[in-house]
């Protein structure tokens, strides 16, 4: 049977191919071929290649304000869902007794984000806004004379926002990792007297930390390639890389929207790799 | 803290102390989590209460009455835009995405067992298509179509840019599934007489159940709601997550937020109505470990 | 004379797995119609491998495996009329007992009707018949295995393989499995072919042993000569009911050469078929329940061969006592002792004493 399988292997991977390569491989590769072509000032372009386009990104003072608007943005998602995932999943996996009820609570975290994003957005707006729940109960509540203006349409709300969508992925892969911790060997340490801080920074921290880089490639990749949210929840204040770009699409600028793309696509996976580097993936999925 | 021995629970999960009750830190780390949840609902609890505001009321609190005014209007009026439609072919979209994702991702996952040639491209390009932004690939496959003077459907190219993103999830949780797998069974049944066919259809198939099950419910969700890879390649017709989105800009009604309310009961509906199947898969199988 | 259906033939069987040594290094072995054969070795030692192989689960790199006189290799395992039962069971668990025994008669088209007749008439013949709508999480080891074994059989197999099927068990039901092993062998009249790694296992139910290791047969035939008359040093103390000492020859004489080891001359029967010349470098193995045990000082008969040496460690073992010696760099030299006759005059650890033995009760290992 064994030597058998060798072939099946390829038909079996081939409709997975059938769909990346049309789907993902060509419109990479459309985009780079777009990025050295021109505009004709139409949304057509034209066949001359160019360096142009990629001189402009880099030479612009525009295109470092976005990305550090950017990644400004992204360290700071980041970072809090980080807190706040590790926390929550560690609570899930060691505080927890029953399994049945860990399960219950963690898919109770995951079913929000199974509604439409942009409800998810909007629904901020009768929370943090002028008029919102928040600030009616700080007014009323004496706290506060005026509404507090930078609840909303401010970099707070877009970083809100984002954590509030992409806490969840940083949950479930760690969730993930802790769970696969032997229990045996927190016992074991429990018994050879270490107190519950060093099982943290011993055990738990070192052995959750392929969940943790799972989770901040996509909350990385993710943030880094938005356009919606940030737009809506800075009111316009802000703007992010891809948000130009969506700009730039939007007045049919297809080249310099492609240059800018390429530029960040590759930004964006050299974060990834680096992060893969540290992880083997295929062994973490694995339950 | 306690030097109480750790527990050895049935199910072997918590190292909190036994009989003398929780730690403070228990107390700490669960208000953190109530928190969270209540951060995580709340702006929709908002949504939904706000949907049954008075015709007379407006887009914030305080709510001026109680009425189904808005949901009427939803499903009604033209110009709050075509929600019947979209939600129509989000649906039908979602579906055809659904099958297609369980299937290859069923493939794939059965090809990944082994190691073949290119096995380490195939599971890159995988993340790769996972981690681009959704925009650029949208982008790309706008302009691959304008080249071959294709126009774009969303039933035909949005498909194939919402599978660039369900699949890798999809073939993702099948590795999850397949490793709980034993080779073992599928090696009895051959052993046992039946042929290729018939070893998928009456023992992987039916074992690997829950998991596919699973795989459908990323599919599904992930389909429903996708934004990004299906701005530019949906065509002129839109699904819901666009028509939401051009609502946002035009509509300042709280119709919106009664899209929401329903949007969110078919998601519920949809997960209950998946988690249930696989629940009662399980029970029969009388099996003690949960399908992810 | 006509080979049964279920005589086995493996003819210079190798197999390589990609990059290792041969993990089965030419094995010729020959099975007879019938009989129940146990394939005996530690980890690794390729038994689990050939097992697979006359399965058709695996292919050999090279050599002939005959079933019935037919070369089987390339056949799938349908095809073969073999059966295999998996050390985990492999039990379908989306299936009830009944359909995982119906399941071999389901694959070949037998109407739904017939093949729970089939299969409730396998059930009654394991015993089994009120557990036939459980599923097999739902059951205990002992009755997975039983399922296991009647779906295997159902189909009328002319060899059945056995992969470990004890060593899940605990030790009372693995005593009590053995025997209902050798019943169903019986009653069905066929090879069984069983991989373990407990002598004791293999010696109480096998009519042929063949002890393995490193991918080669070392030695194959009744449990009695397996155990008795060992070929080699690895036969002897893998099977464990033998001393092995080694030394160099000091002197011959007529009927006995003195060896010396763990610092006594011991005297060593001569046999036709080995000659041994001084200075020689030979290993001698000795019943462990041939020792008697003897206080210092007394005398010796003649044809008695003797090693003075000093107790280490005692264990009770129930109907014999172990009495573990100091025999100098040799591996453990062990001592069974009836339990009355050792506590009619027991030793005590530390106590000097010489075992003694027939010397023509040893036996001079290749």
């Known amino acids: 049977m064994a030597a058998r399988d060798g072939v099946f292997g390829w038909l079996y991977i081939s409709p997975l191919m059938l769909v990346l390569v049309p789907f993902f491989v060509a419109p990479i590769l459309v985009v780079l071929a777009a990025s050295f072509l021109q505009s004709d000032g139409f949304g057509g372009l034209i066949a001359s290649p160019t360096l142009q386009n990629y001189v402009d990104i880099f030479t612009s003072g525009l295109t470092l304000n976005l990305y550090v608007e950017t990644i400004k943005f992204t360290l700071l998602t980041w970072l809090f869902s980080l807190i706040i995932g590790f926390w929550v999943a560690y609570f899930l996996v060691f505080h927890i007794r029953s399994p049945l009820l860990a399960i219950g609570l963690f898919l109770l975290c995951t079913v929000p984000f199974w509604t439409s994003n942009i409800i998810r957005m909007i629904s901020w707006i009768p929370l943090l806004g002028k008029e919102g729940l928040i600030n009616m109960a700080l007014i009323k509540s004496g706290v506060v ?143 | 803290m306690s030097t109480a021995p750790a527990s050895k629970t049935v199910a072997g999960h918590a190292i909190a102390p036994r009989a003398s009750g929780r730690p403070w830190t228990f107390y700490v780390l669960l208000a953190v989590f109530v928190l969270y949840v209540l951060a995580l609902y709340g702006p929709m609890f908002c949504i939904y209460i706000l949907s049954f505001q008075d015709v007379r009321g ?76 959704g925009l650029v690939l949208s982008i790309g496959i706008g302009l691959l179509l304008t080249f071959i003077g294709v126009e774009a459907r969303w039933y035909t190219s949005a498909v194939g840019a919402q599978l660039s993103w369900t699949l890798p999830f999809g073939v993702l949780v099948m590795f999850a599934v397949m490793s709980r797998f034993d080779r073992a069974w599928e090696e009895a049944a051959y052993d046992l007489g039946a042929s290729r066919w018939q070893a998928m259809r009456l023992v992987v198939i039916p074992i690997l159940a829950p ?16 934004f990004a890879r299906t701005l530019q390649t949906a065509g002129s017709l839109n699904t819901l997550p666009l028509e939401i989105w051009s609502m946002t800009l035009n509509v300042t009604s709280p119709s919106l ?32 470990v949960p399908p992810l | 004379m006509e080979l049964g259906h279920g005589h086995i033939e493996l003819a210079g069987v190798v197999k390589t797995f990609d990059g290792f040594v041969n993990a089965v290094d030419g094995v010729n072995l020959k099975i007879p119609d019938g009989s129940y054969c146990c394939l005996l070795g530690p980890s690794g030692c ?28 390339g056949l799938p395992p349908v095809a073969r009329r073999t059966a295999m039962m998996f050390q985990s069971y492999a039990l379908f668990p989306h299936l009830s007992v009944r359909d995982n025994i119906a399941f071999a008669l389901q694959v070949r088209g037998m109407s739904k009707a017939d093949r729970r007749k089939a299969a409730d008439a396998m059930i009654e013949k394991v015993r ?36 470990e099927p004890l060593s899940a068990l ?117 019943r462990r329940d041939d020792i008697e045990l003897i206080r210092p000082g007394h005398k010796t008969s003649d044809g008695t061969a003797s090693l003075s040496s000093r107790v280490t460690a005692i264990e009770y073992q129930g109907y014999f006592v172990k009495v573990m010696l100091d025999a100098g760099s040799n591996a453990d030299f062990v001592v069974y002792v009836s339990e009355r006759k050792f506590f009619s005059n027991p030793v005590g650890v530390g106590d000097v004493v010489l075992a003694t033995w027939p010397v023509e009760h040893a036996r001079v290992l290749a």
């Open chain 3, 128 to 163: 089994l018949t009120e557990f036939a709508d459980r599923l097999p999480a739902q059951l205990s080891g002992g009755q997975q295995q039983r399922v296991a074994l009647a779906r295997a059989a159902i189909t009328g197999p002319r060899v059945l393989l056995l992969d």
């Open chain 3, 170 to 286: 605990d030790e009372f039901l693995r005593i009590q499995m053995r025997q209902e092993l050798r019943r169903m062998q019986r009653e069905l009249g066929i090879t069984f072919v069983h991989v373990t790694h407990t002598q004791l296992e293999a010696i109480a139910l096998a009519d042929l042993v063949v002890v393995m290791d490193k991918g080669k047969v070392r030695q194959a035939g009744p449990a009695r000569d397996v155990y008795d008359s060992p070929n080699d040093r690895y036969v002897a103390e893998f099977l464990g009911g033998q001393n092995v000492l080694s030394g160099r020859i000091q002197s011959v004489n007529g009927k006995h050469a003195v060896m010396a080891a763990a610092g006594s001359g011991i005297q060593v029967p001569l046999t036709p078929h080995i000659r041994l010349n001084t200075g020689d470098s030979i290993a001698v193995a000795v």
């Open chain 2, 211 to 226: 998991g596919l099950v699973a795989v459908a419910l990323f599919g599904f969700t992930l389909s429903y709601d996708e």
């Open chain 1, 145 to 287: 004379h005026e509404p507090l203006e930078f609840l909303l349409f401010s970099s707070f709300s877009v970083v809100v926002a984002y954590v509030h969508q992409l806490t969840i992925f940083m949950i479930v892969p760690i969730f993930n990792s802790m769970g696969r911790i032997d229990k045996r060997v927190v016992e074991a340490a429990l018994d050879a007297g270490a107190s519950r801080f060093d099982i943290m920074r011993l055990i738990v921290l070192p052995l959750s930390k392929n969940g943790i880089a799972l989770g901040t490639i996509f909350v990385v990749s993710i943030v880094m390639g938005d356009f919606f949210v940030i737009k809506v929840m800075s009111g316009g204040g802000s703007a992010s890389v891809v948000g130009a770009l969506y700009e730039d699409v939007g007045v049919l600028q297809y080249p310099s929207a492609a240059a800018s793309a390429v530029v960040l696509t590759i930004m964006v996976t050299l974060v990834v790799t680096a992060i893969l580097r540290s992880v083997d993936v295929r062994k973490e999925i694995t339950l």
């Open chain 2, 257 to 288: 937020y009664a899209l929401g309310t329903v949007t969110t009961i078919i998601s519920f509906v949809i997960i209950a109505v998946c988690l249930g199947t696989i629940g009662r898969m399980q029970k029969r199988r009388a099996s003690r």
């Open chain 3, 46 to 73: 390729g038994k689990t491998t050939i097992l697979r192989m006359i399965a058709g689960h695996d292919d050999p790199t090279a050599g002939e495996i005959l079933i019935g006189g037919e070369n089987v290799v």
């Open chain 2, 58 to 133: 407006g887009l914030v609190f305080p709510m001026k009455g109680l009425s189904l005014h808005w949901f009427v209007d939803l499903f009604t009026q033209v110009r709050t835009g075509d929600v019947k439609g979209s939600f129509d072919r989000s649906v039908k979209l979602a579906v055809i995405v659904t099958v297609i994702t369980v299937v290859v991702s069923f493939l794939a996952g059965l090809a990944f067992r082994r190691r073949f040639r290119g096995d380490g491209v195939v599971f890159y390009l995988m993340i790769g298509s996972l981690v681009a932004p």
